[in-house]
């Protein structure tokens, strides 16, 4: 079987200075998958991206805001300086040309799955989406690439059913606004949110009372974990909410936005994953996809900014993805406090169950 990587050097063309969102990222997972060979093995395939169309930019984002980055764009060129879009988000003169590419690199990767040349794929972009919502850029992200990407299955390839997995430490927000309200297209779409708790990180939403209205009500599924939530925590997440629902919603795609900054050594968060914590959900994860999907799953790249634990974890989901087993195992005590545990399963899971019920025949 043959699993894709988007890739190109365009993405390290978004170059904000010393910003943690640095092209350094993609340069230590490159070096890494070298290293390793993976890029030798016929296995594995590099898929070069393609530009997103504006009509396809335009599926989630107002056309003022792509017109605020070309802006940006152009006043960067001309000043010679990294401009600030917002607080924590930067642009330089190649960014809006990269985030095409960004999205464009998911666009191509989806069709390589659905026309057969890969099973499933990894898309090595940045910048990263997942904060950016219709109106605004933000937490590093310009465009949406998995809101988009979930938007061209649906309008262009026919797809019904979608399921979002959001495995990054901070909540998926950009791409929960998008769909609130469900995908305005005729396909449907479920989004499972898994970060730290909003009450101690940015950007502070995704509570599990945020579940949708209208036709996306009950189809936006928020898991907030407390600091130092360890590996077993997202096992849990899977088990009782994740399988039961796909289970009852089919999905016949997956796309998953995969940040890799769940690593108890990344110093934006304060969670306890190991780097082989992504590829154990991901395993989980390949089940559904098996049994719905067609085996269809596509990642792509949000934020993680350990960049050697980053690195060390996309190999090790890039060998989920193809069945390999050569896991590269951190060891380090992996379990939650039973405190933790206990208010995850006691608390926190048959709240959430019952927040659903009203949506879910499973529960
Ligand atoms: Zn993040």
């Known amino acids: 079987m043959t699993t894709g990587i988007v890739y190109d050097d365009i993405y390290l063309q978004h170059r904000i200075g010393t910003h943690v969102e640095s092209h350094e990222r993609l340069i230590v997972i490159m070096d890494f998958l070298n290293e390793k060979k993976v890029l030798e093995d016929s296995d594995?395939?590099?898929i070069k991206p393609r530009k997103a169309t504006l009509e396809q930019i335009k599926y989630v984002h107002r056309e003022g805001l792509i017109k605020e980055i070309q802006s940006v764009c152009e006043l960067a060129?001309?000043?010679?300086?990294?401009?600030?879009?917002?607080?924590d988000t930067d642009a330089s003169p190649m960014t809006y040309e990269a985030s095409l590419y960004s999205v464009g690199g998911n666009l191509q990767a989806a069709?390589?799955?659905?026309?057969?040349n890969c099973k499933n794929a990894f898309a090595l972009v940045r910048p990263p989406g997942h904060h950016s919502n219709s109106h605004k850029f933000s937490g590093f992200c310009i465009f949406n690439n998995i809101a988009i990407t979930a938007e061209y299955l649906f309008r262009e390839k026919n797809i019904k059913r979608i399921a979002i997995i959001d495995w990054d430490c901070h909540h998926g927000n950009g791409t929960q606004d998008i769909f609130f309200n469900g995908s305005k297209s005729d396909?449907?779409?479920?989004?499972?949110?898994?970060?730290?708790?909003?009450?101690?990180?940015?950007?502070?939403?995704?509570?599990?009372?945020?579940?949708?209205?209208?036709?996306?009500?009950?189809?936006?599924?928020?898991?907030?974990?407390?600091?130092?939530?360890?590996?077993?925590?997202?096992?849990?997440?899977?088990?009782?909410i994740i399988a039961p629902i796909c289970n009852?919603?089919?999905?016949?795609?997956?796309?998953?936005?995969?940040?890799?900054?769940?690593?108890?050594?990344?110093?934006?968060?304060?969670?306890?994953?190991?780097?082989?914590?992504p590829a154990?959900?991901?395993?989980?994860?390949?089940?559904?996809?098996?049994?719905?999907?067609?085996?269809?799953?596509?990642?792509?790249?949000?934020?993680?900014?350990?960049?050697?634990?980053?690195?060390?974890?996309?190999?090790?989901?890039?060998?989920?993805?193809?069945?390999?087993y050569d896991?590269?195992?951190?060891?380090?005590?992996?379990?939650?406090?039973?405190?933790?545990?206990?208010?995850?399963n006691n608390k926190l899971i048959p709240k959430l169950k019952e927040i659903l019920s009203p949506y879910w025949k499973c529960f």
């Not at 009450?199 to 579940?211: A, K």
């Not at 960049?307 to 996309?314: G, M």
């Open 44 to 46: 594995f395939k590099l």
């Open 187 to 240: 396909g449907e779409l479920v989004m499972f949110n898994s970060h730290q708790d909003g009450r101690t990180l940015y950007p502070g939403s995704g509570f599990i009372g945020e579940i949708g209205t209208g036709k996306g009500k009950g189809k936006i599924i928020n898991y907030p974990m407390p600091p130092r939530a360890a590996d077993d925590v997202i096992s849990l997440y899977f088990d009782e």
């Open 327 to 344: 896991q590269l195992i951190e060891e380090k005590p992996k379990k939650s406090d039973k405190e933790l545990l206990d208010y995850m």
């Open 248 to 277: 009852e919603f089919k999905p016949e795609f997956i796309l998953i936005s995969a940040g890799f900054d769940t690593h108890w050594t990344d110093e934006l968060t304060m969670m306890g994953w190991t780097y082989q914590a």
């Open 111 to 116: 069709d390589e799955i659905l026309n057969g």
């Open 280 to 324: 154990n959900y991901l395993k989980k994860i390949k089940t559904i996809a098996k049994e719905f999907a067609n085996d269809r799953i596509l990642i792509t790249l949000e934020g993680g900014y350990e960049v050697d634990k980053q690195a060390k974890a996309v190999y090790n989901c890039l060998q989920v993805l193809n069945d390999k």
């Open 77 to 87: 060129e001309k000043t010679g300086r990294i401009q600030h879009i917002d607080m």
